[in-house]
């Protein structure tokens, strides 16, 4: 079946960059995705990359797709205490969404 | 508030008791998910509802756990004859199918459940 690793824990100081990597098996997505979950509260997405695209930026974060390796990782610039969360990397197997598998999550300590 | 939606946010039991969980997704979704999440674990897929048809379920689910979506509506997962091993949280999840989309899962902020 589908297998998605990541490391389960980063700490980082504020202002600088995080960096969080994932590991999956499945390559047929269109899509991956990383879902954000904080304290007490239910995920949310918070991005995602089309199969096709190496890279995608918005605002702060940058998403990394090779897909010869099979490597997804996600860079958060200027890493606020905000940020401090699991950060689930997430893919739907057999591109129809039906089943979604995600990482075990990497929990992000930013301290001030 | 139209996000998902879960009832009770957290349930404490007995062995042996039954418990239900309820999830009320975003009213426009047809697709409808339960996954469960253990501490230190990502959530862990349980089944899905196409509209009231259950079209998947994971071998995770005993014969103890069903869930139904009699309208396509809500739904409710039930678990009988609880285990220690059943407590975690139970996160219900809905999405749209039709159109153009990413697939994103809006997720309710889940259900716990400590069985003692």
């Known amino acids: 079946g589908e297998d998605v690793e990541q490391s389960l824990f980063l700490s980082v100081r504020e202002g600088d960059s995080s960096v969080i990597n994932c590991t999956y098996t499945d390559s047929s997505s269109t899509y991956l995705y990383w879902y954000k979950q904080e304290p007490g509260a239910g995920l949310q997405l918070l991005t995602y990359i089309f199969s096709n695209m190496d890279m995608k930026q918005d605002q702060r974060l940058t998403v990394l797709l090779n897909k010869k390796d099979k490597h997804l990782s996600l860079r958060i610039a200027d890493t606020q205490t905000g940020d401090s969360a699991i950060y689930f990397c997430a893919d739907p197997t057999s591109g129809g969404y039906q089943k979604v598998t995600f990482g075990t999550g990497t929990k992000l300590q930013v301290i001030p | 508030d139209t996000g998902v939606s879960q009832d009770p946010r957290h349930k404490i039991t007995k062995r042996g008791q039954n418990v239900t969980f309820r999830c009320d997704p975003i009213s426009e979704h047809n697709r409808l998910y339960w996954y469960r999440q253990t501490l230190g674990q990502g959530p862990e897929f349980l089944t899905y509802?196409?509209?009231?048809?259950?079209?998947?379920k994971s071998r995770l689910l005993s014969d103890r756990f069903s869930a139904e979506r009699p309208k396509g509506s809500f739904s409710t997962l039930e678990i009988q004859r609880t285990e220690q091993g059943d407590s975690a949280m139970y996160l219900c999840?809905?999405?749209?199918?039709?159109?153009?989309?990413?697939?994103?899962?809006?997720f309710g902020e889940g259900s716990r459940l400590t069985v003692l």
């Open positions: 999840a809905s999405s749209l199918s039709t159109g153009v989309n990413t697939g994103e899962l809006f």
């Open positions: 509802f196409q509209n009231e048809a259950q079209l998947e």
